[in-house]
């Protein structure tokens, strides 16, 4: 079974910086992808940033030039780097990681960490 576990996640003022980091641990037969998402308030939860398995990356429009998404493979550890937030970044994240199996697809999700940007 596979785990997510989140850290980083906190309080910070406008324009300032977070980092984000999951660990994932367990079997996993072959990782297609780590992601984060987020939900808001009242909102559905939405893709922040992925990165696969080649090193291809993929950002929400919202994020692009302040967010940087990372991947220690070595590690089975994804990293979101977060600069110039605004308090539209108010949201629990959730770590993502999308396996593949004989075919078959599974996502695992983490806990979730909350960040909260102060105007």
């Known amino acids: 079974q596979v785990q997510l576990v989140e850290s980083g996640g906190g309080l910070v003022q406008a324009g300032g910086s977070l980092r984000l980091s999951c660990a994932a641990s367990?079997?996993?037969?072959?990782?297609?992808?780590m992601g984060w998402y987020r939900q808001a308030p009242g909102k559905q939860r939405e893709l922040v940033a992925t990165?696969?398995?080649?090193?291809?990356?993929n950002y929400a429009d919202a994020v692009k030039g302040r967010f940087t998404i990372s991947r220690d493979k070595a590690k089975n550890t994804v990293y979101l780097q977060m600069n110039s937030l605004t308090p539209e970044d108010t949201a629990v994240y959730y770590c993502?990681?999308?396996?593949?199996?004989?075919?078959?697809?599974?996502?695992?999700w983490g806990q979730g960490t909350q960040v909260t940007v102060a105007s």
């Open positions: 993502n990681l999308r396996e593949r199996n004989r075919g078959r697809y599974s996502d695992y």
């Open positions: 367990g079997f996993v037969f072959s990782i297609v992808a």
């Open positions: 990165t696969t398995t080649d090193g291809s990356t």
